[in-house]
């Protein structure tokens, strides 16, 4: 099996892809990185010139940003059923709300954490237009449930799964009924309990 490494820092967005691994259930290293010292080193700056985390390398190649990392991965283990086949239906959906995790909702829940509002009479000229627009869109895809996808939990359930739960945390994202039951189911699957572990486990030990 080609070789597959994790550069992370347990208190960053890497959880996200140590989740998406462990759904995987494949073998991979992992390279903890510090902010502001080997993070910024040129050793791994070769890798991510951002000098930000989560990357991973898989045999040569070199993924960064957290929602093209589980659309990667999702695509090089087809067989574990973490993205929907090219051909079906559900294909759009995948990529639709896999994307607007990484694009409009992160957006929308930084602006919420910076207190950043959009000026009055701008909205159309921002990615997310404004943040209420946003959660309510988000909700639409998650009222059918369980998945993004119906019954298929897919890398998109990871992604926008961890922005939704982080941002009820803390304070970023309304704790709207639909979100909390969707967390609820997300906290209970085994691989996120897993990744949540290892990780924890690495908090502590440094």
Not at 9 to 37: C, F, H
Not at 72 to 83: N, T
Not at 145 to 172: K, L, N, R
Not at 174 to 194: H, N, S
Request: glycine share 10%; charged share 15%; net charge neutral.
């Amino acid at each position: 099996m080609t070789a597959l490494t994790l550069y992370t820092n347990p208190q960053s967005r890497g959880q996200i892809v140590r989740w998406m691994l462990e759904e995987l259930g494949v073998p991979y290293d992992t390279v903890v990185l510090g902010y502001g010292t080997t993070m910024k080193a040129p050793e791994y700056l070769a890798i991510n010139p951002m000098g930000k985390v989560p990357a991973i390398r898989h045999g040569n190649t070199v993924v960064t940003e957290g929602a093209a990392i589980c659309a990667y991965l999702a695509d090089q283990f087809p067989d574990k059923g973490l993205a929907p086949a090219v051909q079906s239906p559900m294909r759009g959906t995948y990529y639709r709300w896999l994307f607007f995790g990484a694009g409009p909702l992160e957006m929308a829940v930084t602006a919420k954490a910076i207190n950043w509002e959009v000026p009055e009479g701008r909205s159309a000229m921002v990615g997310f237009g404004n943040y209420t627009d946003t959660l309510d869109a988000l909700e639409t895809a998650l009222l059918p449930g369980p998945w993004i996808c119906g019954e298929q939990f897919t890398a998109a359930d990871v992604y926008v799964g961890a922005a939704i739960s982080w941002g009820m945390m803390f304070g970023t994202v309304e704790k709207r009924p639909v979100f909390e039951a969707y967390a609820a189911r997300l906290q209970a699957r085994p691989a996120a309990q897993r990744a949540q572990q290892i990780d924890a486990a690495l908090m502590t030990s440094k």
